[in-house]
């Protein structure tokens, strides 16, 4: 696996360094079989450090935590914990879901867009109909089922994924819905 380990304003010692690699590694190798790459990253908010993990599996699936302590050591150990949770609930799904996949999960590249918000809806002219890009990203689409796709929103705690169906090759989209629900959009079966 690979590490990024790294501090916003913060000197990263190599005894930390060690300890994330030692931790982190152990966690992965009890939970998540594959895992490709972790980026750790340290920061200060206030008086307390926070400590953010984010860990690509190979099976496509992205898990995020973060842990808040007074701290550094302390504030890793807390989010190692909360990936050690919300991997062990997915536990079983990620092995079902390891044994069918031999290879890591296929990334498209796509661009992502920040458009700024609209103040006053009521009265809209024709330029506010193309409203300014404020940001340009790029992000990836990963090639998934439709259950692993709800497993990667689920936990990313995002409210809406985008993917390519690995059945058919499509583009399409999972959200949660204001009733808790999951819904799905896939466009090739749209009439």
């Not at 807390?78 to 609930?89: A, D, I, P, T, V």
């Not at 409203?131 to 439709?146: C, G, H």
């Amino acid at each position: 696996m690979r590490y990024q380990i790294s501090g916003k304003q913060i000197d990263i010692g190599e005894a930390l360094q060690g300890h994330v690699k030692t931790e982190l590694g152990e966690t992965m190798a009890k939970y998540a079989g594959r895992p490709t790459d972790a980026t750790v990253v340290f920061s200060r908010s206030g008086y307390e450090f926070v400590c953010e993990i984010v860990v690509h599996l190979s099976t496509g699936l992205t898990a995020q935590a973060k842990g808040h302590a007074a701290d550094i050591y302390a504030a890793f150990d807390s989010g190692c914990e909360k990936m050690g949770k919300q991997l062990r609930r997915y536990k079983r799904r990620l092995k079902d879901h390891h044994k069918a996949r031999p290879d890591p999960v296929e990334l498209s590249a796509a661009d992502s867009y920040i458009l700024a918000a609209t103040e006053d809806t009521e009265d809209v002219e024709d330029e506010e109909l193309n409203p300014p890009i404020i940001a340009e990203m790029e992000a990836t689409i990963p090639s998934l089922t439709v259950g692993e796709a709800v497993m990667q929103m689920e936990i990313a705690h995002a409210s809406v994924l985008v993917f390519r169906n690995e059945k058919h090759s499509g583009i399409n989209v999972v959200y949660r819905r204001d009733d808790g629900n999951i819904g799905w959009i896939d466009p090739r079966n749209a009439g």
